[in-house]
């Protein structure tokens, strides 16, 4: 899972609901994230940001919420910019409140964690991020017990999103004032002061944007299409008069042709005219 944020009002953007590869489950997860993030940041000033959320290289639907923690670290990863440890997985639901929710197919999903480790070498600091209320439904198998119990692969529960954050970044989460600041050298408070230099960003935006359409439609600063003036001949008259009305009209006004038309024969008379042959 990747995320990347800028400035914007847009919120999280789910990739792959945009495409039509995520299913309503999902969907909603990634929308929770969005009301997550405003409860925590969002109480004194409007977040300004979008951010962009994929599961990269997913080439089939993708539906379900025990994702959401995931996304959500990923985040607030890329707000604050504390990388996160790739030595971890991490399932688990979320709410708008930040607790962590059990999800199905544990033991399922850290078995095939534990099976890539171990094809690719067991380190010792590998492990997983569960919740909490799904620890009393683990049955792992026995290798993956064995190797718990050797200190070769770690489960850790967490309950919060501030917990699973603090183990992924090894920085402490922060724990907002009476004035819905964190304290300095957080990851809350990185992610706050990334938010408000948006905020800033988007007000310079939209003061300038104000200050065009202020000089746009300033008395005396926007521009009228004009007509050209019309040409005078040296009495001051105008270049072409209008005929009066007791002086003829030429034929040619009328549609018909003149005497020097007639005689050239360049043009017929009109059907049904006088001394016309009808055609």
Known sequence: VTAVVYPGVEGPVNIAREVEMSGPLHSKGVLVLAGFLAARFAQSRPPMFGASLVFEQTYEAIDGDSASSSELYALLSSLSGFPLRQDLAVTGSVDQQGSIQPVGGLNEKIEAFFDICTAKGLTG??????????????????????????????????????????????????VADEHGHYPEGTVFRAAETRLKHFHQAMGELGRGGLRAARRRTRPGTHHRRRCPPRRRNPAGARHRARPDAADPIPATRCGLPDAAQLARGRRRLPRGHPGGDGR
Request: aromatic letters at 4%.
């Open 125 to 174: 600091t590998q492990g997983v991020l569960i919740p909490e209320r799904n620890r009393d439904a683990l049955m792992l198998r026995s290798d993956v017990v064995e190797s718990i119990a050797k200190g070769g692969f770690h489960i850790y529960t967490v309950t919060t999103v501030e917990e699973g954050i603090e183990l992924l970044t090894g920085t402490p989460a922060g």
